[in-house]
């Protein structure tokens, strides 16, 4: 898992000064202290879910794009093993902590199609961040194991496995697993703008 958190402080460089924003820069956009993300890009501290989509949004850039690791040319890929799909979540930062970390496992490169498809994986306690998620689209998921607490704008809604869910992505929202086992999500967003 460390190696993901080496990648996002890198990436989270790279981008920031391909787009000639100092860290300040970022920061003041972002709602966040420089000192946050100089942390972030030294990998000593692995933002949430949603911590890092603030940053990203501030870029401005998708978090599909920000991971995107671009299909080769040549012929079109259809088809995608477990172990092909793009990790866009943050991962523990290898610093000894315990927290339960989610894992949202893209299917392809988003960035270079219409709809975005996720393997999403909550372990008991896990959610994405105390900070609610918004984004352009919509999304759609269907729980396959395990259960998830659901905000959508003033609306909590305790998924079980076969519920299913569809909002607007606009509407701040916020994904919190209560179980006590991991809690597994197929889902779809459209455009790609997570």
Do not use: W
């Not at 996002?8 to 860290?23: A, F, N, P, T, W």
């Not at 000192?35 to 949430?48: D, F, R, V, W, Y």
């Amino acid at each position: 898992m460390g190696a993901d958190c080496v990648e996002i402080g890198h990436r989270l460089r790279e981008v920031r000064e391909m787009r000639g924003l100092s860290q300040r820069d970022l920061a003041g956009r972002a709602g966040l202290t420089n000192g946050a993300i100089s942390l972030i890009e030294q990998n000593k501290s692995s933002p949430s879910v949603a911590s890092l989509k603030r940053l990203l949004d501030a870029i401005p850039m998708t978090m599909s794009q920000f991971f995107s690791e671009f299909e080769e040319p040549g012929s079109p890929k259809y088809f995608y093993a477990a172990d092909e799909f793009i990790e866009l979540s943050p991962q523990d930062a290898g610093l000894g902590e315990l927290a339960a970390r989610v894992s949202l496992r893209q299917v392809g490169d988003a960035s270079r199609h219409a709809l975005q498809m996720l393997h999403e994986t909550y372990p008991p306690g896990a959610d994405t961040g105390p900070d609610m998620l918004t984004h352009e689209g919509e999304e759609s998921g269907v729980v396959v194991q395990g259960l998830i607490e659901l905000t959508v704008a003033d609306q909590i809604r305790v998924l079980n496995p076969g519920d299913g869910y569809l909002f607007d992505s606009r509407l701040p929202h916020r994904f919190r697993n209560i179980g006590e086992g991991p809690c597994v999500i197929i889902s779809a967003c459209t455009p790609p703008s997570f």
